[in-house]
């Protein structure tokens, strides 16, 4: 099921809305009040894409557009379609767009992961997504069903090999896939990905929250189907001892700068 950029109708009377920004306010969104937000994950994932004019995006996992509106804030010329299992967050996406002025380049699609059919195969040249970060059977899921949905693989059904899975599948021969995860599941990432050698080349991108602790979060990029040996970059520092933001998290949290990974 597909609900096209601008057509949205608040069909979720139960669920309340809240208006947010990312970017210093160059990307505005409308979220549920209760339940996942986008969060810096969210800025990081869409910094660290490549994007080439008229680059064809497909956002994994969409939620309420997040993560591919901020990859449209660093270029207009490219296009989006994103994919939720959730409906209220596929109509929110969707808003979202409208709201950002880009909906003509916007398409959100409701669908699960496992046996969606509608977007074409092989199309595009990048893919992004943040999968639930919490495996099944590990954690006790959250009483709201759009936070538990978002953070754990099994309210779905989609493990992260499924994820994988289906990013390749919908990407171009040497296309791309960058996804942000737990730095400790990291060793759970790399088999999804070379299982069946389906992807190559990874880069590795740690995020550490302060100097000296043990990294949170990595970025991973990967080519379908292209092979180079593994790269380990140096990362990022995110905060100062006083909390604030370094100055490299601020160029990408506020600038809307990019993490360059190739």
């Known amino acids: 099921m597909v609900c096209k950029a601008g057509s949205f109708m608040n069909k979720h009377d139960n669920l309340e809305i809240i208006e947010t920004t990312l970017l210093r306010g160059r990307v505005k969104l409308l979220q549920p009040k209760v339940g996942f937000h986008a969060s810096i994950d969210t800025v990081f994932l869409a910094a660290a894409v490549a994007l080439k004019d008229r680059c064809k995006v497909l ?3 969409c939620g309420v557009g997040s993560a591919g509106l ?39 699609f409701q669908g699960d992961i496992q046996n969606e059919k509608i977007i074409p195969d092989n199309e595009f040249n990048a893919v ?11 954690h006790t899921p959250s009483p709201e069903k759009i936070k538990a949905t978002s953070h754990g693989e099994h309210i779905s059904g989609a493990t992260l090999e499924d994820w994988v899975k289906y990013a390749h599948r919908k990407l171009k021969q040497g296309g791309h896939l960058t996804l942000i995860h737990r730095a400790d599941r990291l060793d759970d990432v790399i088999v999804a990905l070379e299982k069946k050698r389906w992807f190559g080349s990874l880069i590795i991108y740690p995020l550490w929250s302060h100097e000296g602790e043990d990294a949170k979060r990595v970025i991973i990029s990967a080519r379908k189907e292209r092979y180079a040996p593994l790269v380990l970059k140096p990362g990022m520092v995110i905060h100062e001892k006083d909390g604030n933001y370094t100055e490299a998290a601020q160029r990408i949290l506020g600038d809307a700068g990019e993490i360059e990974l190739h």
Do not use: W
């Open 70 to 108: 901020c990859a449209i804030s660093r270029n207009k010329n490219i296009s989006l379609t994103g994919i939720d299992i959730q409906r209220e967050l596929v109509d929110i996406a969707s808003q979202n767009a409208s709201l950002n002025s880009v909906h003509e380049q916007c398409r959100f």
């Open 59 to 61: 956002d994994v996992g």
């Open 128 to 138: 992004i997504m943040n999968p639930p970060y919490l495996e099944g059977g590990t």
